[in-house]
């Protein structure tokens, strides 16, 4: 069975631009959810997805927004990109979802640069 | 808000030695589960172990294992015989039951000689 996959594999954009990121969990799980991990630190979980509902939500800007399609797969969105924006961002999936603990596991990331 | 501490930045041993990489965190709360995840340099988050607080058993996963000790707050993990793929950034995680999110400490290098 395939693993999480997300596209692109990198993405080089400029300041002010907007940019979608994409993820498809693991068969069968129906919660996604999605970190950022800027060089150096751990990640930092910006959302979680679950049956299409937003059911977590960390402290990031209203420029970043997601959801999440009947197949399970999921969108981040990042708008008027800043400098700092450019990260690894990771999706994970799970069985579950809220309400009940299961492990995530992880695709293989994007790599954003913003210039 | 729960937090997750890893003190070593970074470490390095020789191929088939014994390794202990440290975690603390900090909760007010009574269960949650623990997770340590081995990052290589491919960037890919791979899960290594995982601990449920309710458990006092130690969970092992072949050549990994865990130092659970609920009441300091440590969650330490330890390799055993040691391999050159073993290189990698580690990151200790913890979740809160019906939580929607990771909480990741800020990693440990592990570095591997032959």
């Known amino acids: 069975d395939a693993g999480v996959t997300q596209s692109p594999t990198h993405l080089i954009k400029t300041r002010g631009q907007h940019v979608t990121l994409r993820c498809s969990p693991i068969s069968g799980h129906k919660s996604v959810s999605w970190y950022q991990q800027v060089l150096g630190q751990g990640p930092q979980f910006i959302f979680q997805y679950y049956e299409k509902e937003e059911r977590g939500r960390g402290n990031f800007p209203d420029r970043f927004s997601a959801r999440q399609f009947p197949n399970y797969s999921s969108e981040l969105n990042v708008n008027a990109l800043l400098l700092g924006d450019s990260a690894l961002y990771l999706c994970?999936?799970?069985?579950?979802?809220?309400?009940?603990?299961?492990?995530?596991?992880f695709g293989p990331g994007t790599r954003l640069t913003v210039l | 808000a729960q937090t997750v501490t890893q003190s070593q930045p970074e470490m390095s041993v020789q191929e088939a030695e014994t390794v202990t990489l440290s975690c603390t965190y900090d909760t007010s709360e009574n269960n949650y589960y623990l997770f340590w995840y081995k990052q290589p340099p491919s960037r890919q988050m791979i899960l290594v172990i995982r601990q449920e607080a309710y458990k006092q058993q130690n969970a092992t996963e072949n050549r990994f294992s865990v130092n659970f000790q609920k009441a300091a707050k440590s969650f330490s993990l330890k390799i055993s015989d040691s391999q050159l793929g073993d290189t990698a950034m580690y990151f200790c995680a913890f979740t809160l039951e019906g939580a929607q999110k990771l909480v990741f400490g800020q990693g440990t290098r592990l570095t591997i000689n032959p």
């Open positions: 994970a999936s799970n069985l579950l979802g809220a309400g009940r603990e299961d492990t995530q596991y």
